[in-house]
């Protein structure tokens, strides 16, 4: 398709296709509005590991943190998340069982399991059946104290070449119902062989791409089945793109393979770095933090080379080119007392307590352009990881962008 077919106007523009700008534009075209949103490639939200939380999970209980209802909305067009009352308790790869607001639905539940739950063993690169059920038993979380995990011996891996398949491309073949069936029937041919009732299945995460497949395999073995979460970078993440992608082809909302560099001026044209442009009155700023690239971390110290930087600056900066405000804890980021910048232990976890760089972004007092830019240019609002104080985390992103979605879908009108 042509550059010229690509460029174009509607009523809201969405800058990132991660979960902070998919909740934007669903929140958006839910309220009428026409939306294009401009997708720049991979962000946090690919390195979703499956579990979803309001709040890090650290400083999380299991409990029912009230979820917002336009926030239900976007999760039920995704289809693709399990968010129970009450939360959930999820097992990581890494042998700790951990609270979470949700979860994938290829993701194992163990909040409430009693009785044997079988860690299927598999020669598949980071999976130990045997540590990792020793490693749950010990970790007697008291949401999941009725779960005694055991080894599951079972002959799930088909092909030698799936012995070190990456866990996407594992998954991926889980996505034909033929080799789901395969897979049934050999955990229950092991759950034979291992004599007794299991009350639950636990995974490799290899449960499907273009859609979890956990629910089919538990229906099939009329026994709870899931993965554990994975490290960031496996299946989860290409699930939600996948689901987002659906949930945008219903709405009628356009993705474009875009980069944004520019936002703002009359009329408010959002410049891509290939050129093309597109206008709106209404812009929401979805690019993630300084994992998805929407800010960099650039004080003054890395301007040297030979000499001495010419002045002192603030830490981060944001990748695009737009008339906002950084910011953290409610005012602008203010520039060191020094040429040399902040030490990173100042602004970096685990040292400081509320760390910059977890704080830090667009200040939403003054992301609406209005009393940055031209009087005639387009309000603009962030969400995400890209807007200050929002906590790191799915759901908190997501709820940042329902708002700004439908925010920007009021002011478009």
């Given amino acids: 398709m042509s550059r010229e077919a690509h460029s174009g106007a509607a009523d809201v523009v969405v800058a990132g296709a991660g979960i902070a700008g998919t909740g934007a534009a669903l929140a958006a075209a839910a309220a009428g509005a026409s939306v294009i949103v401009l997708d720049g490639g991979t962000g946090a939200s690919h390195l979703a590991t499956g579990a979803v939380d309001v709040r890090p999970w650290s400083l999380a209980r299991l409990a029912d ?19 129970p009352d009450g939360g959930a308790a999820i097992l990581t790869s890494a042998g700790v069982i951990r609270p979470a607001r949700g979860h994938d639905r290829a993701i194992l539940d163990v909040r409430g399991v009693r009785g044997r739950v079988g860690v299927v063993a598999c020669r598949r690169p980071g999976w130990d059946a045997a540590w990792l059920a020793a ?16 080894p599951l011996d079972a002959a799930i891996v088909r092909y ?70 994975a490290l960031p970078g496996g299946p989860a993440g290409l699930r ?44 929401v700023l979805a690019t993630g933090g300084l ?23 603030p830490p981060l900066r944001l990748s695009v ?71 790191r985390t799915f759901l908190a992103a997501l709820a940042s962008g329902t708002a700004a979605g439908e925010k920007a879908a009021r002011r478009s009108r």
């Fill in 65 to 83: 943190e009230p979820i917002d209802a336009g926030v239900r909305t976007v999760l039920d067009a995704l289809d693709a998340y399990a968010v």
């Fill in 135 to 150: 490693a749950w038993n010990d970790a007697r979380a008291p949401f999941a104290l009725g779960a005694a995990f055991e």
């Fill in 160 to 229: 030698q070449d799936e012995e070190v398949l990456p866990e996407a491309d594992f998954a991926a073949r889980h996505d034909d119902s033929a080799r789901l069936d395969w897979l049934a029937e050999r955990l229950r041919e092991a759950m034979a062989r291992a004599g007794g009732i299991f009350a639950a299945i636990v995974l490799p995460p290899m449960l499907g791409v273009a859609r979890a497949r956990a629910g089919e395999l538990a229906r099939t073995l009329a026994v709870r089945a899931g993965e554990a979460s």
């Fill in 240 to 283: 939600f793109e996948a689901a987002r992608d659906r949930a945008f082809a219903v709405a009628g909302i356009a993705r474009i393979a875009a980069r944004v560099s520019a936002i703002g001026g009359p009329g408010g044209p959002i410049v891509c770095d290939d050129g093309r442009t597109f206008r709106a009155p209404a812009v």
């Fill in 291 to 313: 994992l998805g690239g929407g800010l960099t971390y650039a004080p003054s110290e890395a301007t040297m080379v030979a000499e001495l930087p010419h002045e002192a600056s």
């Fill in 321 to 391: 080119m737009a008339p906002v405000v950084l910011g953290a804890h409610g005012r602008p980021l203010e520039s060191p007392g020094t040429l040399f910048g902040y030490s990173p232990e100042a602004v970096s976890w685990p040292f400081a307590r509320e760390p910059l760089l977890e704080q830090a972004g667009v200040l939403t007092g003054f992301s609406s352009g209005e009393d940055q830019a031209p009087p005639d240019a387009s309000p603009l609002f962030a969400a995400g990881d890209v807007a200050a104080d929002v906590p």
